[in-house]
T-cell receptor, first 115, second 113 residues
Framework: AQSVTQLDSQVPVFEEAPVELRCNYS??????LFWYVQYPNQGLQLLLK??????LVKGINGFEAEFNKSQTSFHLRKPSVHISDTAEYFC?????????????FGQGTTLQVKP | DTEVTQTPKHLVMGMTNKKSLKCEQH?????MYWYKQKAKKPPELMFV???????INESVPSRFSPECPNSSLLNLHLHALQPEDSALYLC????????????FGPGTRLLVL
């Protein structure tokens, strides 16, 4: 079984400052990792994903994440945030070798960008 | 194109009504999903369809009835819902059921009075 922990429920940050949203996971098998963003009153949009290869993954809107297998982490970063980045961010995992299509989500982190 | 569409965007229904939610994708994906999302919470999986067959039912009450008429379309039929069923209902699709990226639609905001 897998679980995902997003270490911060809310992250307030000023515009143009850097930000890191933290995600740790637990799994007895290898996993694929995802970050989704949900803007107010919208569905989930895929920001980026790690399937294999380079541990530094670049996504849309200037976000990137680094997979750290030893730390079982997949933290999301952006060097300079905009007001429009205000949203809910979900980290998620799915088993590489499992026989289920289940996507396991963290509880979400609310990013509040202030002017 | 990674678009999943959902209709309607908003739905208000009484507890005795019957209504349906619709989800469509034209990416050739063979797995489709229904999720329920309450405010400030992550999505909760309800159903998974794989190659138009029900693969997973997460012990969802029978007042929710999914249907997959073809590989592009997924419906969720609603009957005799309760106010606590008010939520955002999200549809997603992926190329296949296992080990694949899921793409989500914009959701249907449901209010049960």
């Amino acid at each position: 079984a897998q679980s995902v922990t997003q270490l911060d429920s809310q992250v307030p940050v000023f515009e143009e400052a850097p930000v890191e949203l933290r995600c740790n996971y637990s799994s007895s098998v290898s996993v694929y990792l995802f970050w989704y963003v949900q803007y107010p009153n919208q569905g989930l949009q895929l920001l980026l994903k790690y399937l294999s290869g380079s541990t530094l993954v670049k996504g849309i809107n200037g976000f990137e994440a680094e997979f750290n297998k030893s730390q079982t982490s997949f933290h999301l970063r952006k060097p300079s945030v905009h007001i429009s980045d205000t949203a809910e961010y979900f980290c998620a995992v799915t088993s590489i070798s499992g026989n289920t299509g289940k996507l396991i989500f963290g509880q979400g982190t609310t990013l509040q960008v202030k002017p | 194109d990674t678009e999943v569409t959902q209709t309607p965007k908003h739905l208000v229904m009484g507890m005795t009504n019957k209504k349906s939610l619709k989800c469509e994708q034209h990416m050739g994906h063979r797995a489709m999903y229904w999720y329920k999302q309450k405010a400030k919470k992550p999505p909760e999986l309800m159903f998974v369809y794989s190659y138009e067959k029900l693969s997973i039912n997460e012990s969802v009450p029978s007042r929710f009835s999914p249907e997959c008429p073809n590989s592009s379309l997924l419906n969720l039929h609603l009957h005799a819902l309760q106010p606590e069923d008010s939520a955002l209902y999200l549809c997603a699709s992926s190329p296949r059921e296992y080990q694949e990226t899921q793409y989500f639609g914009p959701g249907t905001r449901l209010l049960v009075l």
